[in-house]
C-alpha cells in the first residue's frame, strides 16, 4: 500500500493540524485527540485504503490499520502533519483531558486509590486475621505480640491521609513530597484527634480553637483522620499552585520561593476553609451511603447489589474506593464491600450455571474457570467473555447480587479492607463469618437458578444427521499450521471481548485465556513487530502466515510494566523459543482481562482457518490453515 497516501487522507480527512492535539500509535492502531469531533468525516476515514475500522475510545480517535503497518503509516503522518512523536502516556493524559468532567473526576479518584490498595488490603487482612485468633486465643489480647501486630494492622489508616496526599499528588502532577506535607499538616500532633472528639464533647471539654484571616472567623483545631475527600481536594489545590508557581518564578529562585509558597498558601487554605467544608460535605456523603444500606428490607442495598456489574461494565467502579476508604477511617468497618461481594459472587455463579448447562465445548472451556476467578474476587473474565456476551446470565446474576446484598444489609456486615471480595472475603469479615457465608449462599443460589432457568441454546445437530453432499472442488490444498503459542483454553474469535479482534477485523484466528505467563513462538519465522509497550508481537512463516499475538485487552496502557521481551524486530525464531513473559497476576490486578489473541494478519489471502478450541498445552495445533491453489 502507499502509506504517504493512507498518512495524508487520513490528515486531511481529521481537520488538519489545528484539529490534532496528539498522536502515537500501538501494535495495531494509529490513537488520535482530536480538538473537535464535528470536524471528522467517520465515512471518508473507514474508506481509506489500508484502514480497517474506525472508532472513538477513552477521548481517543482509534484507526486500526495492523501490525507492521501502522509503524509506517505513523512515521508518514508525522512528517505530513509536522508533529513530534508522543507517547502513549502523553496521548492518554491529553484525551482524558478532553473527557467530560465526571467521567474525567471518576477516573481520577480511581487513579488515587488504586496504587494505595495494596497497603489497606495488608492492613485489613492482618486485622481480620489478629481479631480471629484472638477470639481462638483470648489471651493473645493481652500479650506483646498482639500488641505490634496490633499496631501493623492499623497503621495504614491511622496515616491514611499522608498515603491519598502522596497518591494523589502523582495523578495530579505535583511534587509528592509537598503531597505528603500536606496530609501530615491535615493530621498533625498539635491538631486534635478527630476520633477524640466525641471525648471532648462527652467531657464537656471545649475544643482548641484559632481566629483566622484577620480574626474574620474561628475554627476548631481539628485533625483530618478519617477524611479523604479534603485530603484530595487540598492535594489538588497544592499542584495548581506548584505547577502555575513553576511558571512564573525565574529557575534560580523556584527551588526556595515555589515550596514554601505551596506549603504555605495551600495548608492554611486547606486548615481554614476547604478542610472544614469538604469533611462536612464527606460527612453527608458517607451518612447518605450509611442510609441508603439501611433502608428498610434492604431496598437500597438490593438496587446498588443489582447495578455494581454496570459499574464494572463502564469501568467507574473505583469511586467507591472512595467510600469504603471514608467508612474504614471514619468508623473502622466498611459496610460497603458485603455489596460488591454479592455482586461479584452473584456474577460468577451465573457464569457456572452457564458453563455445567452448556453442551457448547467452546463455551464451557471459557465459561468455567471465568466462575473461579468470580468466586476469588476477579470478576472481569466472567462479565466481559461469557455474561456480558449472552446478556441472560448477567441479568441472573444481578438478580442474585440483589438478593445476597440485602442479606448483607440486615446482618450489617462490615469488613476491615476494601477490595478483598468473594471467597477471600471470609479474611476480613471475621466478626460476621457466618452472616458473610450465608450472604454468598444466597447470592449463589438466587443467581445460579435464574441463569439455569434463562440460559437456552440453539438445538444441535444429532450425530446421525448427515450434511448435504458437498461438490468436489476442484483445488488442491496445502495445509499450514499455527501452534499454540501460550499454555491455556483456546475461545473462538468472536468470545474475545474486544470488538476489534472479535469481528476480525485484523484477521481472522483465535484467542487464549492464558494458565501461564509465557509466550512461545508457535512455528519457526522471523519477528517482524514488537510493540513499544511489549504487549504484542508481530511474526511470519517460512510459507507467508503473517501472525499477531497480542496478549491482553489494552495492556498498551500497561507501558510495559509486567512483560519481559526475549526477541526483537528481525530476530529469526524457532518454535517453542521463548519470546516474551507476562505477569498474569499484574494484568488481572490492573483490571484488564488476560485473553490474548492469536490473529492472521493475512488470513484473507490464505484461505480457510480452522480453530481447534478447548485446552492446550503450548505448541499443540490450534490454528490449520488449508492454503488453496487451483488444480492441475
Known amino acids: 500500500m502507499d502509506y504517504r497516501k493512507c498518512a495524508q487522507e487520513i490528515f486531511r480527512h481529521v481537520g488538519g493540524r489545528e484539529n490534532l492535539v496528539s498522536a502515537a500509535h500501538c501494535a495495531t492502531r494509529l490513537r488520535l485527540v482530536i480538538a473537535d469531533n464535528g470536524k471528522l468525516d467517520m465515512k471518508a476515514l473507514e474508506d481509506i485504503d489500508g484502514v480497517k475500522g474506525v472508532f472513538s475510545n477513552a477521548g481517543q480517535l482509534q484507526l486500526i490499520l495492523g501490525t507492521g503497518t501502522v509503524n509506517k503509516v505513523y512515521d508518514e503522518f508525522l512528517a505530513v502533519s509536522g508533529m513530534t512523536a508522543a507517547t502513549k502516556e502523553e496521548v492518554k493524559a491529553a484525551a ?128 483530618y483522620q478519617g477524611h479523604v475527600i479534603p485530603v484530595i481536594i487540598a492535594v489538588w489545590i497544592m499542584c495548581q499552585i506548584e505547577k502555575r508557581l513553576h511558571k512564573i518564578v525565574p529557575e534560580m529562585l523556584d527551588l526556595f520561593v515555589t515550596p514554601l509558597v505551596t506549603v504555605c498558601v495551600t495548608g492554611y487554605l486547606t486548615l481554614t476553609i476547604f478542610g472544614p467544608v469538604f469533611s462536612t460535605v464527606e460527612n453527608w456523603v458517607l451518612a447518605g451511603v450509611q442510609m441508603l444500606i439501611t433502608i428498610p428490607f434492604g431496598i437500597g442495598a438490593a438496587i446498588m447489589g443489582a447495578i455494581y456489574p454496570l459499574t464494572v461494565v463502564c469501568g467507574v467502579h473505583h469511586m467507591y474506593n472512595v467510600i469504603e476508604a471514608g467508612m474504614l477511617s471514619s468508623v473502622g468497618l466498611n459496610t460497603w464491600m458485603p455489596i460488591a461481594s454479592a455482586a461479584n459472587f452473584a456474577q460468577g455463579a451465573a457464569c457456572l450455571a ?77 466478626d460476621y463469618m457466618i452472616p458473610y457465608a ?133 530476530d529469526q525464531v524457532k518454535a517453542g523459543q521463548t519470546l516474551l513473559e507476562f505477569d498474569l497476576d499484574l494484568i488481572k490486578k490492573r483490571g484488564y482481562p488476560t485473553t490474548t489473541a492469536v490473529l492472521l494478519a493475512n488470513s484473507e489471502d490464505l484461505g480457510t482457518l480452522t480453530a481447534s478450541t478447548g485446552a492446550h498445552a503450548a505448541l499443540e495445533p490450534i490454528l490449520t490453515v488449508n492454503a488453496c491453489a487451483q488444480a492441475n
Open 96 to 223: 482524558a483531558a478532553r473527557q467530560p468532567l465526571p467521567k474525567r473526576m471518576v477516573k481520577a479518584l480511581g487513579d488515587v486509590f488504586v496504587p494505595i490498595l495494596p497497603a489497606i488490603v495488608a492492613s485489613g487482612l492482618i486485622m481480620g486475621l489478629l481479631e480471629g485468633l484472638c477470639k481462638a486465643f483470648p489471651a493473645l489480647a493481652d500479650s506483646g505480640t498482639y500488641t505490634i501486630f496490633h499496631l501493623f494492622s492499623n497503621a495504614a489508616f491511622v496515616f491514611l491521609p499522608i498515603l491519598v496526599a502522596v497518591s494523589a499528588a502523582r495523578v495530579f502532577g505535583g511534587n509528592i513530597f509537598l503531597g505528603a506535607v500536606i496530609g501530615m499538616i491535615m493530621i498533625h500532633t498539635d491538631l486534635v484527634n478527630a476520633w477524640s472528639v466525641a471525648d471532648y464533647v462527652a467531657n464537656g471539654t471545649a475544643i482548641p480553637s484559632a481566629d483566622v484571616w484577620f480574626g474574620l472567623y474561628d475554627i476548631n483545631l481539628t485533625g
Open 354 to 430: 452457564v458453563a455445567l448447562r452448556t453442551r457448547d465445548r467452546k463455551t464451557k472451556a471459557l465459561a468455567l474457570p471465568s466462575a473461579m476467578s468470580a468466586a476469588l474476587g476477579i470478576t472481569e473474565p466472567a462479565i466481559f467473555g461469557v455474561n456480558l456476551r449472552l446478556v441472560k446470565p448477567l441479568v441472573a446474576g444481578m438478580i442474585g447480587g440483589a438478593a445476597g446484598s440485602v442479606v448483607g444489609a440486615m446482618f450489617h456486615i462490615g469488613a476491615t479492607a476494601y477490595g478483598v471480595t468473594g471467597l477471600f472475603g471470609f479474611l476480613t469479615t471475621t
Open 438 to 570: 450465608i450472604e454468598l449462599a444466597v447470592s449463589f443460589a438466587v443467581a445460579f437458578a435464574v441463569s439455569w432457568f434463562l440460559h437456552r441454546e440453539a438445538p444441535q445437530k444429532e450425530k446421525g444427521e448427515q450434511s448435504a453432499p458437498q461438490e468436489q472442488p476442484a483445488l488442491t490444498c496445502r495445509p499450514g499450521v499455527v501452534y499454540c503459542p501460550i499454555e491455556g483454553a483456546v475461545i473462538p474469535l468472536e468470545e474475545i471481548p474486544d470488538a476489534t479482534f472479535a469481528a476480525g477485523i485484523l484477521g481472522n484466528g483465535c484467542g487464549i485465556q492464558p494458565a501461564v505467563g509465557r509466550v512461545v513462538a508457535p512455528f519457526d519465522g522471523e519477528i517482524t513487530s514488537v510493540a513499544d509497550s511489549k504487549h504484542a508481537i508481530g511474526m511470519v512463516s517460512p510459507d507467508g502466515m503473517e501472525l499477531l499475538i497480542h496478549v491482553g485487552i489494552n495492556t498498551v496502557e500497561m507501558e510495559g510494566e509486567g512483560f519481559t521481551l526475549h526477541c526483537a524486530e528481525g
